[in-house]
């Protein structure tokens, strides 16, 4: 059992790449020449690519689009590098971090065990005596810490990362910028272009499509139409087309790019954001071994890159990526073991990677063993809303942007299409959404017409409604979540920990994050903000969350304060942001 | 001290409540000072002590500085008055009963030009007549100390000492736990609205959650002091100014001392206990108002900076970044004590960026001060020292050293 390569990939648009040799803690590795390195590990059955920060839980690809972080490994002496993001080539030399000695093998994963004891605040009460001792102690803590690593030095340019290093800003003009060129975010843009804006499109991948680049799943943004679409809009919106490149930031109205040709600003009154939505790890202990891969990262891996990720697959959710994922796991030759509503899944077990899950059936517990599972459920992306300090509410059982008629967020500048709207699988479907925001944003940017609501940004982001409880709580356990489920992956918080810190007296989001670390990650709250507020109880006037710009606290009657969204909205390095212009 | 505060009491203290009609003394700002003061205040026996916080405790400058709890100062005054307020840091956690982590991680400065490296010694000289025992480094001495530097700008010296830093957040929690077992009221989410006043002085504190009449308010509100004190129609020289701070993806253990220069401008950086490496350039430029946005711009100079001085540091990954506000005065130092503008309104603010520092033992000296003693320390930091049109202004202050020449000299 495990992943393998197969003999060709199951999907169009897939070439045959050369053979390449690269090296993965010290010893060779079989790849292709360009395909992700988190692919690559994964076709050689690498499950165990990276390990958690604070318990060394054993991790590996999760979401292939960049977000998770759990595929983050050194690459060419470059620490905390997400692996799914860096092209495969001859003489690439990759190690895991913060495992002793390696991922695949890590002492310190025992460290998991005691996860109740080494709780975030362990050291609260303690290493205080005797104080001739305390800096050893510290000492040891920060022994502890750390993930990758820095080789100091003077540093030769590199010519491959997630952007081109320094470079100056270059500035671009535009009435609409579109964040995420997927289906729905180039609908939207043909239809603003055809209501005569000047539009941008800025995508992170390498090229614009998104799911329709790959996807076979029918009738969904994967069909012929949309390869159509995609090609319309390549065609005319060229230049104006940036791939590669990932918006970051908002500020002085300028979107904050950062690309292959460096620092980019695009200085556009109207944001679209079709930033799309995650599959994230189910809510039950076990959800984040390797093995638990997004529905759409599958399809990707067996259509892209002809990569199978397990013989004997557990489907958890019933939407249409998963059933596709289905489809395409079988014509592969896996075995579909069990397919379990979001609710009735339990736990995953397996250390290094998934070995069983186990439900609820008809009131009965029952197991299997796998070696695959396949997570449909998605959230939409809350990047920009929540950067913006936009209004929330809880749509289909996710939080999601409150949107008017138009697609705009509470927020003058920003509008949202596409499966980033929490819309569900109607929005998915159908560009209608996408086109009339496209038109009204088109429309917004003229000048006169839109209300600027500067100093939005990075605000106090009120939630117009609440989850009646936790146990509405979607992907968990359908009575309570499990005390050991994890909240936030990034700083392995559970659920208990959460618990604890409210019994001691800590009942607001703020104190909560800051206490437990939840949404601190590199993620910031991409996969666990909904848990967390769930778990945190927070219900209309809720106190938490804080002011903008030195303003006086804001309380509005029947909504709560979100934790600040701070930018950037992906890690970036220092190198990248640096330009030779202020150097000099 | 060294219980756990119990849940319920921790709770009942974070709550949002109406304001009590009265209290003995009413305490603005819910920060490190304010809580401070609290706690002090009930150890000298002054109860009925109420504290206003506008957002959570912790929420301004507190819960968004670096934590650098640092001996070594250019002036002499600066240095004997943190000296003992490093040693109140020392004591802190077996005083309270909680972990603070201070962290004696060690601190340099790294000197570039000429000019600089003739100033500093004459400031090791003065470290070394007080008994600070700071060191004196040579290029070599600077890239041996602190290798991340090699293949930057090359220094030309650099000056370490033995300091620390702490949590931020440990201190604030350190301090609720605290108070929680004292009958302090805290009132957060509460906005202080209105002051009143009478023939006699400070008469009381509306919030948005009622008036308490009161006889003695305490401003610890540092970037907002300015505007509290208009409301008491109290004039005071303090400025906000914004500093921002960017944090990395956490590595293994590379920098083992907080860095800070001076030229071409302010920065700094120093890793966390966590690995994450926190840093900062400062905007000469930055005008003065409440402003807590992050900046792009902030980013790129940042970024431009850090890998001149330190090319490995462009391998890191900025994770979060984040503003904070100064509260800054004339001469840089705070005002502490009672004002002769409004008998029973005590300013205690315009930490001028070292509020952390000072903030716990200057409230040891202001709750004696309050209790009728009058603790030699606090001369310095009197409130009345400026003109009454005195306004701070960083323009005079370009140069980094030139705000501490007055007190070196003098």
Sequence with gaps: MGARRLDRPLGPGAVVRRPVTLRWDGREIDAREGEPLAVSLLANDVATISRSFRFHRPRGLMCATGSCGWCECEVDGLPSVRSCRVPAREGLVARSEHARPSAAFDLLGVLDRANRLVTPGFYHHRFLRPARFRKAYLDVIRWFGGRGRVHPGPRPPREWGEGREGGDEHVLAADVAVVGGGPAGLTAALAALGAGARVIVVEAEPEAGGTARWSTTDGGPGGSGSRALVAEAIDRLGADLLVGATAVARDDDILRIVGPTGPVAVRAPIVIGATGSYERPPFVPGGDRPGVIGSRAVEMLLCRWAVLPGERAALVGDDASTAGAARLLEAAGATIAARIPDEALTRIDGRDRVRRVRWIDGGRQRSTAVDLVVVGRRVPSLELPTLAGARLTWRTGALAPDLDDAGRTSVAWLYVVGSATGLGRDADRSPRQAEATGRSAAEAARPGVAAFAPGTLRGVTPVSAAPASVTAEPGGNAAAPDEDAHVCFCEDVRVHDIRRERAAGYDDPESLKRRTGALTGPCQGKYCLDRFLGLCGVGPGAPGGEAPGGEASARSSGSFLLPTTRPPLRPIRLAELAGPKDRA | ?410
């Design chain 2, 1 to 410: 001290m060294t219980a756990r505060a119990p849940g319920a009491a921790v709770r009942r203290l974070l709550a949002t409540k109406p304001a009590p009609a009265g209290a003995a003394i009413v305490i603005v700002g819910g920060g490190v000072a304010g809580l401070a003061l609290a706690l002090e205040l009930h150890r000298r026996g002054l109860e009925d002590v109420v504290v206003v916080e506008r957002g959570y405790p912790g929420s301004g400058a507190t819960g968004r500085n670096v934590a650098r709890i640092r001996a070594m100062q250019l002036s002499e005054e600066l240095c004997r008055v943190a000296s003992a307020c490093q040693a109140k840091y020392e004591a802190m956690g077996e005083a309270l009963g909680f972990n603070i982590l201070f962290y004696r991680m060690g601190y340099a400065w790294i000197l570039y030009e000429a000019d600089e490296v003739a100033r500093m010694r004459e400031i090791v000289a003065m470290h070394h007549r007080i008994g600070i025992r700071s060191d004196f480094l040579d290029h070599d001495g600077v890239l041996r100390t602190v290798p991340v530097l090699r293949g930057g700008e090359p220094p030309a010296a650099g000056v370490v000492h033995d300091d620390g830093i702490v949590h931020h957040d440990a201190v604030v929690w350190a301090h609720l736990e605290a108070l929680a077992r004292t009958g302090t009221t805290l009132l957060p989410q509460t906005v202080v609205t209105g002051i009143r006043r009478d023939e006699s002085g400070v008469a009381g504190v509306e919030t948005d959650r009622g008036t308490i009449a009161t006889r003695q308010v305490v401003n610890a509100t540092d970037a907002w002091s300015s505007a509290v004190s208009a409301l008491a129609d109290v004039v005071a020289p303090n400025r906000p100014y914004r500093r921002e701070v960017l944090v990395t993806a956490p590595v293994e253990r590379f920098v083992d001392k907080a860095i800070t220069f001076y030229r071409p401008h302010e920065g700094w950086f120093n890793q966390t206990l966590r690995g994450e490496v926190v840093m900062g350039a400062v905007d000469p430029d930055e005008p003065a108002g409440l402003d807590q946005r992050s900046s792009w711009a902030f980013l790129r100079r940042t970024a431009a900076l850090m890998t001149r001085k330190a090319p490995a540091l462009g391998d890191l990954s900025v994770i979060r970044q984040w503003a904070g506000m100064y509260d800054v005065t004339p001469d840089h130092l705070p005002l502490v004590g009672p004002t002769s503008q409004l008998p029973g309104w005590w300013q205690m603010n315009g930490w001028s960026g070292r509020g952390m520092l000072l903030a716990p033992y200057t409230a040891e000296l202001l709750a004696s001060r309050i209790a009728g003693e009058a603790p030699a320390m606090l001369a310095m930091f009197d409130p009345d020292r400026f003109p009454r049109d005195a306004v701070s202004s960083t323009e005079q202050d370009r140069d980094y050293y030139r705000r501490y020449a007055r007190a070196a000299s003098g």
